[in-house]
């Protein structure tokens, strides 16, 4: 039996034309009988590096039976020239967190997959504290099990005051050794409750990963800090309500 936190993550590559840009890392979220792709605004958009992909590819699984049987779903991301992403801001600026709703009636009938709700975000900021063991899933370089297109896990723990918007913005820190790859994955804590199981999901929802924090250094003499940026995912309530926000 696959551990359901596994199948709640998906790879994602980016693509323009013909050419495959990044690969990067999303999850599944499900609100209202609506579905959602959660990953990072900078892998659908990022004006910066003048990343521009004009859609998505992710990996859905379609066989409960053969977890290794997948199937490639192209999400494209303007429609008459516009963005079909949801995106916020806050006081701080962007939020690098997007949601792509996902045509639910065009989907493989067979779909094996799981979804965080908003059952799975954190009740209670007193349950967290710096230090807390978390894990995020996702695809660090594009590594993962390339016969059953699963995630890998990082261990991490809270490396900043969780609850306060680390110098302003709508993040927290993470305590990981990180790549390229595993933007938009899902940051999870273990749930403390009698909810259990392969199945079920019973993993608390606290963040989304986005980058690598770093500061100026001499790169002779130190070390990466291998800090890291997670989201919060109050967004993800904000993104995925009913009309679309904006």
């Known amino acids: 039996m696959i551990e359901s936190l596994l199948l709640a993550v998906t790879r994602v590559s980016t693509m323009s034309g013909e050419r495959e840009l990044t690969n990067a890392t999303g ?8 579905l959602f792709l959660i990953t990072s605004r900078h892998v659908v958009l990022d004006e910066a590096s003048d990343h521009r992909p004009d859609r998505l590819t992710i990996e859905l699984h379609i066989d409960p039976a053969n977890v290794a049987a997948i199937t490639q779903w192209i999400i494209p991301l303007y429609r008459d ?14 939020v690098d967190v997007a949601a792509l709703e996902l045509d639910r009636s065009a989907l493989p009938s067979t ?6 709700t908003s059952a799975h975000l954190v009740a209670s900021l007193e349950q967290i504290e710096v230090g807390t063991p978390v894990l995020i899933a996702g ?9 059953h297109h699963l995630p890998v896990a990082r ?3 809270i490396a900043s005051a969780f609850g306060i918007r680390f110098q ?8 990981a050794r990180m790549h390229r790859g595993a933007s938009g994955a899902p940051v999870v804590a273990r749930m403390t409750t009698e909810r259990s199981g392969r199945e079920t999901l019973p993993w608390t929802l606290l963040g989304v990963h986005a980058a690598r924090m770093d500061v100026t250094r001499d790169i002779e003499q130190d070390e990466r800090l291998d800090l890291n940026c997670a989201w919060y995912t109050d967004i993800i309530m904000k993104l995925t309500e009913h009309p679309a926000p904006g």
Not at 111 to 116: H, T
Not at 139 to 147: A, E, V
Request: glycine share 14%; hydrophobic share 40%; charged share 20%.
């Open 168 to 175: 302003g913005q709508g993040y927290f820190l993470t305590d």
């Open 81 to 94: 020239n516009q963005p079909v992403w949801r995106e916020g801001i806050d006081s701080g600026g962007t």
């Open 155 to 157: 261990q991490a723990v």
């Open 139 to 147: 695809f660090p370089l594009g590594f993962h099990d390339t016969l």
């Open 111 to 116: 779909l094996l997959f799981r979804a965080f």
């Open 27 to 34: 999850f599944f979220f499900e609100r209202d009988g609506k």
